[in-house]
């Protein structure tokens, strides 16, 4: 990997809530495994008229809330000492000469985080542009939501790329950081049992399912107007289905990644009005019990229009129309306050076309793979196998084969701190192409018009269960039925 070059890394939006959750945290811990160049800067920019201590002390306090482990004060020192501050307003584009002022050298890569509402992108890239630091060298990284819709998507993309080439944007999708995700290019790609047995010739269906247990978490205004759909499955849960789906990249450079991804996402059968129904199950939680604790219904959560139809839990069959796909139905399943918090993707295989075990063994079997994205990042390969002993024949057990990527106690790296540091070497693999949220909104906007054209509704279920009955059924008629998560 090439060395990492000194840079100005500015937080647009330093006080907000990623930065303190995410950023402050991630970069904390690529201080404390030297992975930041000893003359990189990095600048808060935040917009009330603070002085460097209120920064600093805000700081100190994300990173004692949102560290995983206690602070290092010799580590604290370095990191801090790299800090310097502006308070600039986006919307005032002549104030964007202040932090011109603060960036110094002139071909230093500097690198633009805008940790701030999309509303905020276009005013900010008008102010990098008027104070001329929008150089060769710098990159942007910008973050969902990225548009409503394919119009707005279009709108906020062809204001960053009045400023920027495309190979200087970063757009996120954390869950592209996620070592289950990474592990999935591994896992395929290196492994000669799984690159040859993956496709419709083997494989009967796959499941992808992102379960939470939060709910909104005070996001109200911002969730209203998006819903899970947008939350989850225009984003995260496409991405993880390209990776699945695609075909294998030339190499693991951006563009044979991207390529390959992006053919996935042209592919998918379109779901509009006409079968929306018979593709979709949406659902809104009501009060319950989430780990004993009582928790509010959706509608309940403070100033919420009563009569909300925004959904928190979708599921649906999504149908990939190429040659290695026909025929292999994904099944998609998100949604918030569920039983348990949990991610995976589940491949069936088919059916052995005949039983020879079967005077022993009446049961009909599928072997899965089960690959875990959390907790408990791993995979889970179901086989058969004979009862050992004389007493057993044929009879067969079933043997799950189990590893976890983590070790006992090894530290977990968070998406943002593999995908802040791709940012700083400049590669792009990780992050998502122009092309291909394009592609995702296409695919998208007639599943919403759909909703509202058939005035779909939201089925309630309550907190703490498994989402709405319907969403079992949407598989069953298929003759299948969700994983059971343990
Ligand atoms: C975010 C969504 O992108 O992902 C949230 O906006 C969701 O609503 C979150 O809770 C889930 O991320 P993770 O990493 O906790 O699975």
Redesign the pocket.
Known sequence: MEKIKPCDFIIFGVKGDLSKRKILPSLYYLEKTNNIHNNTCVIGVGRSKWHKIDYINMIRKSLVTFLKEKINEKIWLKFISRFKFCNLDVYYSDNFIKLKKILDQKNRVSINYCAMPSSTFSAICDGLGKAKINKKTSRIVIE?PLGTNLESYNYINKKILKYFNESQVYRID??LG?ETILNLLAFRFSNSFFLNNWGNHIIDSVQIT?S?E?G??G?IEY?DKTGQIK??IQ??LLQILSIIAMESPKNLNTNSIREKKIKIVRSLRKIDYNNINEKIVLGQYTFGKINGINVPGYLDEINLDKNSNTETFVSLRVDIDNLNWAGVPFYLRSG?RLKK?F?EIVIYFKNLPINLFKEFNKKNFQNKLIIRL?PNEGVEMQILNKLPGLKNKYELQLTKLDFNFYRNNEYKTD?YELLILEIMHGIQSHFVSCEELEESWKWIDPIINGCKITKKKPILYKSGSWGPEESNFLIKKDGREWNKYN
């Open positions: 969902k954390h869950y996620k992102v939470e939060v909104i978490e996001r969730f939350d989850m984003n995260h918030k918090k991610s959390q998406a």
